[in-house]
């Protein structure tokens, strides 16, 4: 009789709890200010105190939560008699920190025996949120029941696992309540699993499972819970090609997804922007994620846009010394509208150019997108005078010894020539010239002039970037010069009025003044003087042996030093065999001091090798240690 609780209610009330029941099972259960949402559908039963019926009676309560207020219906069955019913309005709803209260006193409906009562009071509870159960007693008001108790224990089907996921996810899907049944529909006429998890095959879209529960042996009306699968997807992929060859293709991608999408190239990281610029045409990449982390990856193409290209040109050369020459240029390609320049700044709609002099013209070509081509056009005089050849030599040492040498034929009678378009003369070599800009022209005796822009060059001279200088050591000639310069060909180095060299470094040079030479392969010359100094204010000076014979020459190992005083840090000296026979304390000494007189333990030593180390320190700072052998002598 129990299993059929739920289906053998009275028509009406079927039909107002089963609505009541869908709209409290499509709730999502979230936190509130107040404590966990107890807002949806619970089942289980009522072990009631006194009862001649059953042990328990079945329960189903629909509640719904507003802040601390909760309100709804509880559906009460007689036990096995399911044809004795009440249907209870729930007042007095409250909730707060996972614990509350509500009234059972108001009847909306019933069915029960005559002479018989429904018991009525107030249903005081306990929420367990792991548990998705609620469980407390109910003190009972009136009749035989009063000051009594009945104990209420109900359970609500939650589901406890995510509720987003990619397309392809085989999820494992966890639900709260008492023996589950999983259902592919609201009848439950097609069950798919049973258990609190249900693994479903790779999801392929937004689903929804309907979930029942079963205590005591009463199943409930199916609880359906929607699986969001996420639509990410690429839909457009709008690609601008590159053009000029340049690395200047873009890409913007429309996508869709669950938040907010991310966008990645190639091995990128991903980006807030759908637009990437600055790509080179070729094979990419593109990856979209939504906020799932649910990812698709495209393989797109950016082309090489078509460039400009000069199908023809006709040049029409100008008549003797007038500007009546022309060039018509015919192209295609490139993207929208060509425009025509003859100096690549001012541009028209067509390729036709008249009244042109003779002269050297670089014909440009541009579309819409800015990319050019280029192509040299020459217009010569009529008269027909032609360059041979144009040769040129550059200045060399900064000086203004460049030229040009200039050789045309044709024309009439005579040629004479220029370089600045004022002055001809019948000679076509120009010397003394500096670096710059030169407009050479030829002249016939008609007037007829011909033009060609040339460059002389500047090879400049080498220059001397820095001279690291070594002074010598005391008196000695252990002096060193290094030389670090640039110039436009290899380098030479020389030191006074010695041979060039290609090493820059000069070794065991004395005191005194040098002058350094550096000079290229074109002779051009750079110089600087280099005083090469010594420095004997940190010299020490101990001879190799001494005679301690008495006669007061060489008697002792003494120190010798060009200044008024030394600190002797430590001074060290060892027999053949390694021991310590002299030692010395940090002290200052004048020059002269006896470091040793050559006896050990008031007895003169055996002539022969003595091993020392000498560590002293300069006035400014520096410290120097000496290891070495004095010989004693007799």
């Not at 649910?294 to 008549?319: M, Y």
């Not at 440009?364 to 040299?376: A, F, L, M, N, S």
């Not at 010299?539 to 301690?548: D, L, R």
């Amino acid at each position: 009789m129990r299993t059929n609780f739920y289906a053998g209610m009275a028509g009406m009330v079927r039909r107002s709890v089963a609505a009541l029941f869908v709209v409290a099972a499509g709730v999502l259960h979230t936190f509130s200010a107040a404590g966990q949402d107890l807002s949806g559908v619970w089942q289980g039963v009522n072990y009631a105190p006194t009862s001649n019926i059953t042990d328990y009676w079945p329960i189903l309560l629909t509640i719904s939560q507003d802040g601390n207020k909760l309100t709804g219906q509880c559906l009460e069955a007689a036990g096995d008699q399911e044809e004795f019913f009440v249907l209870w309005d729930v007042t007095n709803g409250t909730a707060q920190n996972n614990a509350g209260s509500f009234d059972l006193t108001d009847i909306l409906d019933e069915n029960k025996p005559d002479g018989t009562t429904w018991c009525t009071g107030t249903f005081k509870f306990t929420f367990s949120p792991g548990e998705e159960k609620i469980q407390g007693t109910i003190a009972y008001t009136n009749g035989v029941c009063a000051g009594s108790e009945g104990v209420f224990e109900l359970y609500r089907i939650t589901l406890k696992s995510p509720s987003k996921y990619c397309r392809e996810a085989t999820p494992e899907l966890l639900v709260t309540g008492k023996d589950v049944k999983w259902y592919a529909d609201e009848r439950k006429q097609q069950q798919l699993a049973t258990g609190n998890t249900y693994t479903p095959p790779a999801l392929q879209a937004t689903t929804t499972f309907y979930v029942t529960q079963t205590y005591y042996g009463t199943e409930t009306p199916a609880v359906p819970f929607t699986v969001e699968v996420s639509d990410a997807a690429i839909s457009d992929i709008e690609i601008t090609p590159a053009n000029c060859s340049q690395d200047n293709g873009t890409i913007r991608i429309t996508a869709a997804g669950m938040g907010d999408i991310g966008y990645k190239l190639d091995e990128g990281a991903f980006q807030a922007s759908q637009d990437f610029t600055g790509l080179k045409a070729g094979v990419h990449e593109v990856t979209i994620r939504d906020s799932l982390g649910c990812q698709v990856t495209q393989s797109i193409t950016v082309t090489l846009a078509d460039q400009p290209v000069i199908d023809n040109v006709e040049p029409v050369n100008p008549q003797c010394s007038k500007e009546n020459g022309q060039i018509v240029v015919t192209a295609s390609g490139g993207s929208g509208q060509l425009t025509y320049s003859l100096n690549g700044t001012d541009f028209q709609n067509d390729g036709f150019f008249e009244k042109l002099g003779a002269g050297s013209y670089v014909m440009t070509i541009k579309d819409e997108t800015g990319c050019r081509v280029e192509y040299p056009v020459i217009l010569s005089n009529e008269a027909g005078i032609v360059f041979d050849a144009i040769n040129i030599e550059d200045s060399r040492c900064d000086q203004a010894d460049g030229s040009i040498s200039v050789a045309a034929s044709g024309g009439s009678g005579l040629l004479t020539f220029s370089i600045d378009g004022l002055v001809f003369n019948a000679s076509g070599i120009f010397n003394n010239l500096g670096a710059g800009r030169y407009s050479v022209s030829v002249k016939d005796q008609n007037e007829c002039i011909v033009t060609a822009d040339t460059v002389v060059a500047e090879t400049g001279a080498p220059q001397i970037k820095s001279v690291q200088k070594q002074n010598t050591s005391c008196n000695a000639g252990d002096g060193g010069i290094t030389v670090v310069a640039e110039g436009n060909s290899a380098l030479t180095y020389s030191l006074g009025n010695a041979l060039f060299v290609a090493n820059p470094d000069f070794r065991n040079l004395a005191i005194g003044t040098y002058e350094i030479t550096v000079q290229d392969e074109a002779l051009c010359t750079a110089k600087q003087s280099v005083t090469i100094e010594t420095d004997c204010r940190n010299t020490v000076f101990i001879p190799a042996a001494f005679s301690p014979d008495g006669n007061s020459k060489n008697d002792a190992l003494t120190i010798r030093f060009p200044f008024s005083e030394l600190r002797v840090t430590s001074f060290s000296l060892f027999d053949r065999w390694g021991t310590v026979i002299k030692n010395m304390g940090s002290q200052s000494v004048e020059s002269g001091y006896e470091l040793w007189d050559g006896t050990y333990q008031g007895r003169l030593v055996p002539a022969g090798a003595y091993p020392y180390v000498l560590t002293v320190e300069f006035a400014d700072g520096k410290t120097q240690q000496i290891r070495d052998t004095i010989f004693l002598v007799k």
